[in-house]
Nanobody
Framework: QVQLVESGGDLVQPGGSLRLSCAAS????????MKWYRQAPGKERELVAR????????NYADSVKGRFTISRDNAKNTVYLQMNSLKPEDTAVYYC???????????WGQGTQVTVSS
């Protein structure tokens, strides 16, 4: 079955850390560029971070630069988002996105909730 499954969301205090995981199955993971998006209540979905199919290049939204790190393990078919120094404004549902670099086919995960609150 072709799918992306996110995990690792939780309730965390401001200043804390979380690591999100997105496990891919049913397709050739190494062909896909990967992205993390997030959507807060009442707001549009926004791109947080992205990584190329080889993992050789990454990009971040200005709001998370220096605090979040995206990485991937192609042997484990998994992409990660390490989130440090979390702020209440990071509260959102975080979604994993995969795009085939050859044909543009796109997949989405179901999302994982991150809540930053004291």
């Amino acid at each position: 079955q072709v799918q992306l499954v996110e995990s690792g969301g939780d309730l965390v205090q401001p200043g804390g850390s979380l690591r999100l995981s997105c496990a891919a199955s049913g397709f050739t993971f190494s062909r896909y560029a990967m992205k993390w998006y997030r959507q807060a209540p009442g707001k549009e979905r926004e791109l947080v971070a992205r990584i190329t199919d080889t993992g050789g290049r990454t990009n971040y939204a200005d709001s998370v630069k220096g605090r979040f790190t995206i990485s991937r393990d192609n042997a484990k078919n998994t992409v990660y988002l390490q989130m440090n120094s979390l702020k209440p404004e990071d509260t959102a549902v975080y979604y994993c996105n995969a795009r085939d670099v050859y044909n543009g086919y796109t997949l989405w995960g179901q999302g994982t909730q991150v809540t930053v609150s004291s």
